[in-house]
Nanobody
Framework: QVQLVESGGGLVQPGGSLRLSCAAS????????MSWYRQTPGKERELVAT?????????NYADSVKDRFTISRDNAKNTVYLQMNSPKPEDTALYFC?????????WGQGTQVTVSS
């Protein structure tokens, strides 16, 4: 059974830091592209960052988070992370973990991040 379980969300002050984790199981994690998306009420889900598996292995970011957020993966732990540095109030959203490989794709349930003083 495929599972993606996000954790690490919560309340963070602007300019602080927060790390989200997504623990995966039930599929070959190392073969899948892993991404973080986010969504706010009334808006479409937005791609935040993606890590592509090796060989090749690369990362991509939305312009709005570039140079502030870092996505990384630990294939030994089947976990993908999103390090959020200097978050802004506009980063407040429900953050989702996503796994994709060809036509196969899976979503987590989401973890809420609120950036507020």
């Amino acid at each position: 059974q495929v599972q993606l379980v996000e954790s690490g969300g919560g309340l963070v002050q602007p300019g602080g830091s927060l790390r989200l984790s997504c623990a995966a199981s039930g599929f070959t994690f190392s073969s899948y592209a892993m991404s973080w998306y986010r969504q706010t009420p009334g808006k479409e889900r937005e791609l935040v960052a993606t890590t592509i598996p090796s060989p090749g292995g690369s990362t991509n970011y939305a312009d709005s988070v570039k140079d502030r957020f870092t996505i990384s993966r630990d294939n030994a732990k089947n976990t993908v992370y999103l390090q959020m540095n200097s978050p802004k109030p506009e980063d407040t959203a429900l953050y989702f973990c996503y796994a994709g490989w060809g036509r196969r794709n899976y979503w987590g349930q989401g973890t809420q991040v609120t950036v507020s003083s």
